[in-house]
């Protein structure tokens, strides 16, 4: 079974500080793993993606096998970053995403 | 290509009525997924859909919730007999075939009371 897990629910940071958001997960195949983020009261949308080794709006994740991670991280945050970030793991088997609980990134000015 | 369309984007109802929550894909998306947000919770997953067919809906509750694609129109989540416990965000989300990541829709926000 596959399961992604985000240990915290609450990230507070201040502006111009490097934020981490951490994102484990458990599968036995080769995963695809996204970060998806939900700015107060919008839609989710996809950020980015393990695949694509992309740099979006600052953030980078990168997929550590050996850990199991796929941690999100910016080096100086931005108060327009607080929202709720959520990881997600697909496998090629399955089209429903697993996501994780969420983590709550809070800016403060 | 106009994104994932949810509507209502608000609904209220009180206990006892039924709750229709329509969906309509992106353009060239024939899956679909729904989802449910609790306050204080992460996203739930409910159904998944292709076109006439379920094809998962281990995460829907076994009596009040169903969820249709038809060939034609949009995908509606169907629920009966609201209780206040089903006040949540739902959102959908389609995805296009051969691919995993998904786009969201802005989210129905049913209140019960």
């Known amino acids: 079974a596959q399961r992604v897990t985000q240990p915290e629910k609450l990230l507070s940071v201040f502006k111009g500080a490097p934020v981490e958001l951490k994102c484990n997960y458990s599968?036995?195949?080769?995963?695809?793993l996204f970060w998806y983020v939900q700015y107060s009261r919008q839609r989710l949308q996809l950020l980015l993606r393990?695949?694509s080794r992309e740099s979006i709006k600052g953030f980078t994740a990168d997929l550590n096998k050996g850990e199991t991670s796929f941690h999100l991280k910016k080096p100086f945050a931005q108060e327009e970053d607080s929202a709720m970030y959520y990881c997600?793991?697909?496998?090629?088997?399955?089209?429903?995403?697993?996501f994780g609980r969420g983590t709550s990134l809070i800016v403060h000015p | 290509n106009a994104g994932v369309m949810q509507n209502p984007r608000h609904l209220v109802r009180r206990r006892g009525q039924e709750a229709r929550l329509r969906c309509s894909p992106m353009?060239?998306?024939?899956?679909v997924y729904w989802y449910r947000q609790l306050p204080e919770e992460g996203l739930k997953f409910m159904v998944y859909?292709?076109?006439?067919?379920?094809?998962?809906e281990s995460g829907m509750p076994k009596e009040r919730f169903s969820a249709e694609f038809p060939k034609e129109g949009p995908s509606i989540l169907r629920i009966q007999q609201v209780v206040r416990g089903d006040s949540a965000a739902y959102f959908c989300?389609?995805?296009?075939?051969?691919?995993?990541?998904?786009?969201f829709g802005p989210g129905t926000r049913l209140t019960v009371t």
């Open positions: 353009k060239g998306h024939s899956h």
């Open positions: 997600a793991l697909a496998s090629g088997g399955s089209y429903i995403p697993t």
């Open positions: 393990h695949i």
């Open positions: 989300a389609s995805s296009p075939p051969g691919h995993h990541e998904q786009y």
């Open positions: 599968y036995s195949g080769s995963p695809e």
């Open positions: 859909l292709q076109k006439e067919n379920i094809i998962d």
